[in-house]
């Protein structure tokens, strides 16, 4: 143990750090290994800030700060221009809301507070970027999906997608009905797997069902087949959706 670990024991800094984290809203917050100030000035200005969030506190017991997860690594890949997923982007939007939170709490309580410069400083750091959150509300929904509506042509596609589908599986039902009937299925059920509607074939009647075997079950005693008559449908979904 060095010098400055050992007086650190003895100042018993690591229980006033749990129990200051004890306290803390935030995982970032709970982790931080927060040292003594090194000089005295420092000292100073650490007690004044302390000093002025006391004193806001007792202007107003109601005033807090929303707790937000780890956004470092978020924000390092957008400052290396990364493109982000839905979900990354609903993330950066915790992030908004928590900050605008606190600059309207201060403006609240803060005129009734005199001689706040320390946290003034703090609070001038918090960019505004409320003009961000109308457009990635239309765009994406809470868990950061693309809303069908986020634009005219997607939702055009989302529609076609969806009658696509339809169409396709009641297709696929009067078929498989049909097969079910000459026996060459095991049930009357369809599959949906990678992408595309199958069909699972008994292996004995595989040649009676027209179409593309794609695999089949682990005892080989089934074919999933895609029926020629769906392909046409299969293909046209998987173009939608790349398309969306």
Not at 29 to 46: K, N
Not at 126 to 135: E, Q, S, V
Not at 215 to 241: L, W, Y
């Amino acid at each position: 143990m060095d010098l400055v670990d050992k007086s650190l024991a003895e100042l018993e800094w690591p229980q006033l750090l749990a129990r200051y984290a004890a306290h803390c809203q935030s995982e970032p917050a709970r982790a931080r290994e927060i040292l003594p100030a090194e000089t005295q000035s420092e000292a100073e200005t650490l007690l004044e800030e302390t000093d002025e969030g006391l004193r806001l506190l007792e202007k107003s017991s109601w005033l807090w700060l929303s707790a937000v997860g780890a956004m470092e690594p978020l924000l390092e890949r957008i400052r290396l221009g990364a493109v982000l997923s839905g979900a990354e982007i609903r993330e950066t939007t915790r992030l908004i809301h928590s900050s605008s939170t606190s600059r309207e709490a201060f403006s609240a309580v803060g005129t009734a507070c005199e001689n706040l410069p320390r946290l003034s400083i703090r609070l001038s750091a918090l960019t505004d970027l409320n003009h961000l959150l109308p457009p990635i509300d239309r765009a994406l929904d809470e868990t950061g999906h693309v809303k069908d509506n986020a634009s005219p042509a997607l939702s055009s596609l989302r529609a076609e997608e969806r009658r696509l589908h339809a169409e396709t599986r009641e297709k696929l039902e009067a078929l498989v009905q049909g097969a079910f009937r000459e026996g060459w299925l095991r049930d009357r059920i369809w599959d949906f797997r990678d992408g595309r509607y199958l069909v699972p074939v008994r292996s004995d009647s595989r040649s009676r069902v027209p179409g593309a075997a794609v695999e089949s079950s682990s005892s080989k005693a089934t074919v999933f087949v895609e029926p020629a008559a769906i392909r046409v449908h299969n293909d046209r979904i998987r173009q939608v959706q790349v398309d969306i």
